[in-house]
Nanobody, 117 residues
């Protein structure tokens, strides 16, 4: 099974920046799409950004121009650079990966991002 561990969350002022990292470990045969999701209290988990094994990216419209997703396949790591953060970006951010082995997907434990003065 693939394990995902996020890091880089924390408290930041509006307009600030954070860089999230997610490292995969365990029985890795192949990792396909990796992505970042977020969930605010009382709301459903939503996609933030995703990146394929070939480097194709997808962003939610509200994130375009502010967030950048990237990956290092050799290190089995995905990153999310977040700039111009807004209070509405406050949420728990989760890393996700599609894998070739059971259970065919994996979730990280989440990292809290709080944007506040």
């Amino acid at each position: 099974q693939v394990q995902l561990v996020e890091s880089g969350g924390g408290l930041v002022q509006p307009g600030g920046s954070l860089r999230l990292s997610c490292a995969a470990s365990g029985r890795i045969y192949r990792i396909d799409t990796m992505g970042w999701y977020r969930q605010a209290p009382g709301k459903e988990r939503e996609l933030v950004a995703a990146i394929s094994n070939g480097g194709r990216t997808n962003y939610v419209d509200s994130m375009k121009g502010r967030f950048t997703i990237s990956r290092d396949n050799a290190k089995n790591t995905v990153y999310l650079q977040m700039n111009s953060l807004k209070p509405e970006d406050t949420a728990v951010y989760y890393c996700h990966a599609d894998t070739s082995t059971w259970p065919y997907e994996s979730w990280g434990q989440g990292t809290q991002v709080t944007v506040s003065s």
